[in-house]
């Protein structure tokens, strides 16, 4: 098969709540994953070796340590798959930013190499593979924005307007166990239901944490404040606001200032990357 080009969206959380702290360490939460239509692209080129190379290399990561490759050998090893795939990225989301980009690099590669090696496995397993690499993997896997709970990983999809979001990402890099670890952190936001959900209960949880140790995350809030309502994505570093139309998002865009990296994207409820793929193999769904 020839190269294949498959997006690798990214994610904003309208709001992030921590619920609690469970028995095994990691924090019980309720967000809504909203999808970008703006992300990464991966090009994968199927052989016959087994071997998953990876490039460019990307600063920091170890090829074994990135998201991708572990993703790919995963799949591998599930389905005893004997082909292997080179793997190209063009990255355009900024790492540590809060944004989901490595779990969307995972899930694209699961989903695009599941359909590549013809492994047959259906949406249901590729979520439980991508749970194994991540808590945000399964949402990049079924592809829709959606109301999520436990560690992220249950999940409910919801329909929402499909905004126009500028995000600006400050010249930082933040640590999510970092984050998740201070005793400063809010553990006991009380859960809410889905159908009683409003904007007016967006916030982030962890936002005051990372404004005091992050200034200049801070000074990108009071910035885009000036637009409506700024949030932090995750723990950041990115922020953001909505707008109700590409027009009205440009020019905020244009009036960034230059030592901040920033973009526009439109939300949508369907992932580009399943749309993608519903194109490469004739409307099929992506899960084979």
Not at 229 to 242: E, K, P, R, Y
């Amino acid at each position: 098969m020839p190269s294949v080009v498959l997006p690798s969206p990214a994610k904003v959380n309208l709001f992030l709540h921590i619920t609690g702290r469970r028995p095994d360490g990691y924090h019980s939460l309720q967000t809504i994953f909203q999808l970008l239509d703006y992300g990464d692209y991966l090009t994968f080129d199927t052989n016959n070796s087994g071997d998953i190379c990876l490039s460019p290399a990307i600063d920091g990561v170890a090829a074994e340590d990135n998201l991708i490759v572990r993703a790919a050998r995963l799949l591998q090893a599930t389905t005893e798959c004997t082909l292997g795939s080179d793997i190209a990225i063009d990255k355009q989301i900024p790492m540590g930013a809060g944004l989901g980009g490595g779990s969307s690099n995972a899930a694209t590669t699961l989903v695009g190499l599941n359909r590549l090696w013809q492994t047959g496995l259906n949406t249901d397993q590729l979520a439980d593979l991508g749970a194994e690499l991540g808590a945000d993997v399964p949402v990049f896997v079924r592809g829709h924005t959606a109301f999520a709970e436990g560690i992220g990983e249950l999940l409910t999809e919801v329909e929402l307007p499909e905004l126009w979001y500028l995000v600006i990402t400050p010249n930082v890099q933040v640590s999510t166990a970092e984050i998740f670890s201070n005793p400063q952190l809010t553990r006991d936001t009380s859960p809410i239901k889905i159908r009683a959900l409003s904007e007016v209960q967006y916030r982030n949880d962890c936002q005051a944490v990372v404004t005091e140790l992050y200034p200049a995350v801070k000074q990108a809030l009071d910035w885009a404040a000036d637009y409506g309502n700024s949030l932090m994505t995750g723990t950041g570093a990115s922020v953001f606001c909505s707008f109700d139309n590409q027009t009205e998002a440009q020019r905020a865009l244009d009036l960034v200032p230059e030592y901040w990296s920033a973009f526009i994207a439109r939300g949508t409820n369907s992932s580009s990357l399943h749309r993608e793929l519903g194109k490469i193999f004739t409307g099929a769904s992506p899960s084979g």
